[in-house]
């Protein structure tokens, strides 16, 4: 029997991907408590990054509008570790805090923009639970050379 949010995912056309494999020492989420931590999680699609390189304007550049997709898709992956740690999204009480990292030209200043991929997908799955803190954060380099990455933290039921 599917969950209240495993019926929004359908009703959005939203299949949550497989979990990636971690590309070092570490496990994709963790619980402590009440609480779900996810590692930073890339955009893969198919196992594979669909853009890599940093984000800003200009001729070789990672188009910001195109990397709010990766985020979304960054947090897609984080919320399908959630799923394959918990079991049952239905136990997520509320989306507690998002971290995006955006790999960044030194003159992009709009990662917000770009980290809103990730808090509106939330947001359109989680509704009201959806609203989070957050920070965006322009760093030099990502693994992979990936354009963004997305952590979440989660409050459960039990």
């Keep these: ?30 619980r402590t408590g009440p609480y779900v931590y996810t590692s930073g999680q890339l955009p893969f699609v198919d196992g594979a990054l669909p853009a890599t390189g940093k984000v800003g304007t200009g001729e070789g550049l990672v188009d910001p509008h195109e990397a ?6 960054a947090a897609l992956n984080a919320l399908a570790a959630v799923k394959a740690l918990v079991g049952d999204l239905d136990e997520v009480v509320r989306v507690v805090r998002v971290v995006g990292y955006v790999a960044s030209d030194p003159s992009f200043t709009g990662q917000p923009a ?45």
């Design 68 to 73: 709010a997709g990766y985020a979304r898709t």
């Design 1 to 30: 029997m599917a969950g209240v949010v495993d019926a929004r995912l359908v009703e959005l056309g939203i299949t949550l991907p497989d979990v990636a494999a971690p590309l070092a020492a570490y496990v994709p989420a963790v």
């Design 114 to 158: 770009v980290v809103n991929g990730a808090s509106t997908v939330l947001g359109e799955i989680f509704g009201e639970a959806g609203v989070h803190a957050r920070s965006a954060v322009g760093v030099t380099v990502l693994p992979l050379d990936s354009p963004v990455e997305v952590e979440l933290m989660v409050e459960l039921r039990s």
